[in-house]
């Protein structure tokens, strides 16, 4: 969707196909208990998020939604299940499970400003770097959420990828990381109760 006013999807399973759900231009959309299964990006270059690919000047709030085996494996390769390039997003109580990308952000890859990821599960999601969550974006703020068991296949890689934007992390735990870091920070971070 795109220039809407508002937009509410609210209680549907998205299953096998390419980016379930796209947002651009300038709009406020609100997606929730949605889950998310074996979703793809498709075989064409720039092109990113498995499940939902977010751009441009959106206000998009994603609450109690469930990302299991979404893929970004094009050209790129970011973002497998999420991928945000534009601003103010908020994403709740969402369970983000062996999603993988071949890139960057296996679960999220956040390319946007003001973005905050609040009491969120991130299990098993892959990539090269970034494995659950990579920020490349303006203050991104991760609170309450767990990351478990994420695996890199670059031995440099981390779990949590953070770029020059900066993040703030409060109330987290990361544990188990595979193959790589908990955090990499080429950027910088604050950290509370970490």
Do not use: K
Request: proline letters at 2%; glycine letters at 16%.
């Amino acid at each position: 969707f795109d220039y809407s006013d508002h937009t509410v999807i609210r209680g549907i399973t998205f299953h096998d196909v390419n980016r379930a759900i796209g947002v651009g231009g300038w709009c406020t959309a609100v997606v929730q208990n949605c889950d998310f299964l074996d979703n793809s990006t498709p075989p064409f270059p720039n092109v990113f998020g498995g499940a939902i690919d977010a751009g441009s000047h959106q206000d998009l709030t994603i609450e109690d939604c469930t990302f299991v085996r979404n893929r970004s494996t094009g050209e790129g390769g970011e973002g497998g299940a999420i991928s945000l390039a534009g601003m103010r997003t908020t994403i709740r109580r969402c369970r983000f499970e062996e999603n993988e990308a071949t890139n960057r952000g296996g679960a999220v890859f956040d390319y946007g400003d003001n973005t905050s990821l609040e009491d969120c599960i991130f299990v098993r999601n892959r990539s090269y770097n970034g494995a659950a969550v990579s920020l490349v974006g303006t203050g991104p703020v991760i609170r309450g959420s767990t990351f478990y068991g994420n695996e890199t296949t670059w031995s440099d890689g981390a779990a949590i990828e953070v770029e020059w934007g900066g993040a703030t992390f409060e109330r987290c735990i990361v544990a188990g990381t595979v193959n790589g870091f908990g955090m990499g920070c080429w950027g910088s971070a604050g950290t509370a109760c970490f």
